[in-house]
Nanobody, 120 residues
Framework: QVQLTESGGGLVQPGGSLRLSCVASGGTFNAMGWFRHTPGKERKFVAVINWSGGSTYDADSVKGRFTISRDNFKNTVYLQMNSLKPEDTAVYYC???????????????WGQGTQVTVSS
């Protein structure tokens, strides 16, 4: 049974940093990504990384501040978030699938989510 387990969320001041982790068990996946969701809005793509390390970001909102990486041996994907802003506040979800991309319909498995709150 596939399970994605996120960790690393929390409360941070504007300008601060957090590192999210997501461990996949029960399978290995070409694409592992991160989405985020705030109440009243659709789940929004953040970043994705493939098995060989190629990555794509939502350029408008996070590129230059967030970095996605993965450790295939540990079956884990990370999201390093720097220069955090209040508008980054959301529940962050890990996702895994074969094809990746920015559409949530491309992903077969999801974690339970981890809350990130950016506030002074």
């Amino acid at each position: 049974q596939v399970q994605l387990t996120e960790s690393g969320g929390g409360l941070v001041q504007p300008g601060g940093s957090l590192r999210l982790s997501c461990v996949a068990s029960g399978g290995t996946f070409n694409a592992m990504g991160w989405f985020r969701h705030t109440p009243g809005k659709e789940r929004k793509f953040v970043a994705v990384i493939n098995w060989s390390g190629g990555s794509t970001y939502d350029a408008d909102s996070v590129k230059g501040r967030f970095t996605i990486s993965r450790d295939n041996f540990k079956n884990t994907v990370y999201l390093q978030m720097n220069s955090l802003k209040p508008e980054d506040t959301a529940v962050y979800y890990c996702a895994a699938g074969r094809f990746g991309g920015s559409s949530y319909s491309n992903y077969d498995y999801w974690g339970q989510g981890t809350q990130v709150t950016v506030s002074s």
